[in-house]
């Protein structure tokens, strides 16, 4: 089992920017996060592979969102920058032990509870 502690959401004005933490309770292959806007499917946002810190970005977020970890922590980082309105919904962390299904939901075994980011206009 992997427990997974989000923090660092909030409310923050358009253009602004948030730091997301997710504390593992120990490493996997991968973490991820998604995030759920109301009325839609989870979508994938960010992974990174724990052993070289390889990185997958959504293309919504490419440029702006940024992942990384610290191992000695066996924390990762989600850091949001020029965020926008539709970047509001709750956001989850994710773990999998699988190397496949980097975008998928399904694919990941370990999920956090959840933390709110609203952006507003």
């Known amino acids: 089992q992997v427990q997974l502690v989000e923090s660092g959401g909030g409310l923050v004005q358009a253009g602004g920017s948030l730091r997301l933490s997710c504390a593992a309770s120990r490493r996997t292959y991968r973490m991820g996060w998604f995030r759920q806007a109301p009325g839609k499917e989870r979508e994938f946002v960010a992974a990174?592979?724990?052993?070289?810190?390889?990185?997958y970005y959504s293309n919504s977020v490419k440029g702006r969102f940024t992942i990384s970890r610290d191992n000695a922590k066996n924390t990762v980082y989600l850091q949001m920058n020029s965020l926008k309105p539709e970047d509001t919904a709750v956001y989850y962390c994710?773990?999998?032990?699988?190397?496949?299904?980097?975008?998928?939901?399904?694919?990941?075994?370990?999920w956090g509870q959840g933390t709110q980011v609203t952006v507003s206009s």
């Open positions: 994710a773990a999998t032990e699988t190397w496949t299904g980097v975008h998928v939901a399904q694919a990941y075994n370990y």
């Open positions: 990174i592979r724990w052993t070289d810190s390889l990185t």
